[in-house]
């Protein structure tokens, strides 16, 4: 089909075996299937990826049909009428016996683009897969503009297996020499896993900031701003500066509009819950609820707020240091949830009054409390899946025999046979307890353990 271009052996597509074997899974004729995520984490790479595979197992090129919407080469005009001929011309021109795959990317640059998409799934013998920028084309959109007959497939920045994979790549082409794992674990906690970043010459603080700091703004500007017609960016900029700074802390939305009075923002519990459900439904930030809650807690749970990426984390405080144990708690979190767990914090009797004791402290202290004080009985997440459950806690170091004894009591208390895990930067505890917890290094465990 016209619209296709050679990239069978491309140099620039790097793998991510994960997405490519879900992607088989679930793509079908009897549904669209939309490849969702923040800006700039590969949605448009893994199309090509796609398309790439699909030659590999033997389609032929006349069935299918990718375009990339909002290329320099586009016509700005191109309307919906114009693209249903591109297409339709090009599906007279294939092989009616076999299957044809038609990959539209950045769709949403077209008026009227879902009567195209609609019109396609109607059709036997076509496969549709569409991406776009999140400002348009949101889960929330998708039940109204489709009518409901989609599939999801999250797409996340990198894993940190993918990020090796990425940096070898990127060293082979730069000629540069390869970096140790360690090495490579350091800079994907500081900065993250956004794909773009493999695209810099120079690997340093100011440059990697500035690509961030483009992604951010971005995000924040046409995801969030113009999709609300917001007129107070200062106020969203603040929530979530604050929102990043302390991920990993538990927070209600009264306690986020009390901080942010604090700081001079005048705002209301309304105008805070719905500028956290847009960055939700930007893919920026994801939100974490308590579970196991029992009376009135039920009914005002608090949550924790991650961002998908510890490089736009880390962005909002300059890229400090000083707060590893929460940095390696948000990277599990996203791991769980590209790996499709289904997520909560866990809370036990004290959790509440604990988590609402540690928040106090947190402001106080500016937000760099110790990862873990003060929570005699929280589980950091409890990851379910069909029938399946874990229990996971975090924990940078477990050398002092406190901390070791604090992060493992909450485990101890669960008495059902789910596994139960530690996940910790300190290497020299790895192992069984006799209790049966395991403690995994963390590169190790977002290596495969726990899958």
Avoid at 12 to 30: F, H, K, N, Q, S
Avoid at 92 to 117: H, N
Avoid at 180 to 191: G, P, V
Wanted: hydrophobic residues 40%; proline residues 4%; aromatic residues 8%.
């Amino acid at each position: 089909m016209s619209g296709m271009a050679d990239i069978s052996s491309s140099p620039d597509l790097i793998d991510r075996p994960a997405y490519l074997r879900r992607m088989r899974e679930v793509v079908g004729p009897d549904q669209i299937t939309v490849l969702q995520g923040i800006r700039r984490c590969g949605k448009s790479s893994l199309l090509r990826l796609y398309e790439a595979d699909l030659l590999k197992n033997g389609v032929k090129t006349g069935n299918i049909f990718r375009k990339r919407l909002d290329e320099f080469s586009v016509p700005l005009t191109t309307t919906a009428d114009n693209l249903a001929r591109q297409i339709a011309a090009a599906l007279d021109a294939s092989d009616r016996s076999a299957m044809c795959y038609v990959l539209l990317d950045e769709i949403q640059d077209v008026p009227g683009w879902e009567r195209v998409v609609r019109g396609l799934q109607a059709k036997s013998g076509v496969t549709v897969l569409i991406t776009g920028s999140n400002s348009r084309l949101l889960s929330s959109d998708l039940a109204t503009l489709l009518a409901g007959r989609t599939i999801s497939v999250p797409v996340y920045p990198l894993s940190f297996s993918e990020y090796r994979g990425f940096s070898a790549a990127r060293d082979t082409r730069l000629h540069l020499s390869p970096r140790s794992d360690d090495e490579l674990f350091a800079d994907y906690l500081r900065f993250g896993g956004m794909p773009s970043l493999f695209s810099l010459a120079d690997w340093d603080m100011a440059t990697i900031g500035t690509q961030l700091s483009a992604v951010y703004d971005t995000v924040i500007l046409q995801d969030v701003v113009s999709r609300l017609q917001i007129r107070d960016v200062a106020l969203l900029r603040n929530l979530v500066t604050y929102l990043f700074s302390t991920a990993g802390n538990l927070f209600s939305t009264r306690k986020i509009v009390g901080a942010l009075t604090s700081m001079g923002c005048k705002t209301s519990a309304e105008t805070i819950g719905t500028y956290i459900e847009a960055l939700r439904q930007a893919y920026i930030l994801t939100e974490m609820p308590q579970t196991g809650l029992g009376g009135k807690r039920l009914l005002s749970p608090l949550h924790k707020f991650y961002p998908v990426d510890t490089g736009l984390r880390n962005l909002a405080t300059g890229f400090s240091v000083r707060d590893t144990g929460f940095q390696l708690e948000n990277v599990v979190a996203v791991e769980l949830l590209r790996r499709g767990w289904n997520v909560r914090v866990g809370a036990g009797e004290k959790t509440g009054a604990a988590a609402r004791r540690t928040t106090a402290t947190a402001d106080k202290a500016g937000h760099a409390q110790a990862r873990g004080a003060n929570r005699p009985d929280e589980i950091d997440f409890v990851a379910n899946r069909f029938d399946r459950r874990q229990y996971l806690q975090v924990c940078e170091s477990l050398a002092d025999e406190t901390t070791r004894e604090r992060e493992l009591a909450p485990l101890r208390a669960i008495h059902d046979a789910f596994p139960k895990t530690v996940i910790t930067l300190d290497r020299f505890r790895e192992g069984v307890t006799q209790d049966g917890i395991s403690i995994v290094p963390a590169a190790k465990w977002l290596l495969g353990e726990g899958r």
